[in-house]
């Protein structure tokens, strides 16, 4: 196990690694909501019909793999906050 110093020194050493996975999880995660509204705006001309398609169980179910609400609020704002990702990047990745 890693002593305090290590650990800071650990962070410190790895910390442009860090915040480019963090980068990408958060792009990724906003793609994935633009995803699953584009996926519900298409169903909309058959909203209510139950039909046996593609992923239907799943995608088509209209459930979001990320929870409901604005389940990303946090992780975005710290990630601003952090300097991980810009409005611009955000708003680039919500564009699919």
Known sequence: MASYAEAEKWVADT???????CREIVLAAERL?????GAR??????????INMAMGSTIASGMSLLGTGDPLREMREAALKDSIVTEAE??????L
């Open 41 to 50: 705006r298409f169903l909309e001309p058959i909203e209510g019909i139950v």
């Open 90 to 95: 955000i708003r680039k990745a919500q564009k």
């Open 33 to 37: 909501a633009a995803l699953e509204e």
């Open 15 to 21: 910390a442009k690694e860090w915040c480019a996975l």
